[in-house]
């Protein structure tokens, strides 16, 4: 089974701040990877995609990298509308998804 | 715009089979599969499993032993049934669409359209 693990778990962070997360997987996954937003009491939304894929709509201060086991999501500069729990996703074993564990943004 | 719109019981004694579905409104119902991820209170997010239109389904191993997950393509919904449940499996089940998108000739997926949530808790 393919794992996954976030780090942090939770960072502070101010507005216009840039932030990053970084998502590692236990074998190599190729760019199948995802990132998703939730915020609190809502559905996850898809960000990222192919590890570096901006989704449709989604804003472009967001951005990923990274390929293999290690994989990054950038907010270039964070708004308030940012703060949330960040998840990342590996299809690389679909049809089974993996999600990490999560990392949780929020207000210094 | 594709929208999801879920509903099932809430609450469940332990034991009992947990029974959800999934309308899909305003978009294409074949040619996806169609997922149930769920996250238990203050923890992250499980993939339980997925169906296409035809109906072949793909299942997380951990759960395949209680998980159905079926389709009705004339009214466009798929639905969820969890058996033998126990406060472990007290969350909130999200359905979720899937789709793959080509890039250089291989297919990557992800799930770009969720229903609302439906919180489910099993307590006796």
Known sequence: ?108 | QVQLQQWGAGLLKPSETLSLTCAVYGGSFSGYYWSWIRQPPGKGLEWIGEINHSGSTNYNPSLKSRVTISVDTSKNQFSLKLSSVTAADTAVYYCARVTGRGIWGYYYYGMDVWGQGTTVTVSS
Do not use: H
């Open chain 1, 1 to 108: 089974d393919i794992q996954m693990t976030q780090s942090p778990s939770s960072l502070s962070a101010s507005v216009g701040d840039r932030v990053t997360i970084t998502c590692r997987a236990s074998q190599s996954i190729s760019s199948y990877l995802n990132w998703y937003q939730q915020k609190p009491g809502k559905a996850p939304k898809l960000l990222i995609y192919a590890a570096s894929s901006l989704q449709s709509g989604v804003p472009s201060r967001f951005s990923g990298s990274g390929s293999g086991t290690d994989f990054t999501l950038t907010i270039s500069s964070l708004q308030p509308e940012d703060f949330a729990t960040y998840y990342c996703q590996q299809s690389y074993s679909t049809p089974i998804f993996t999600f990490g564990p999560g990392t949780k943004v929020d207000i210094k």
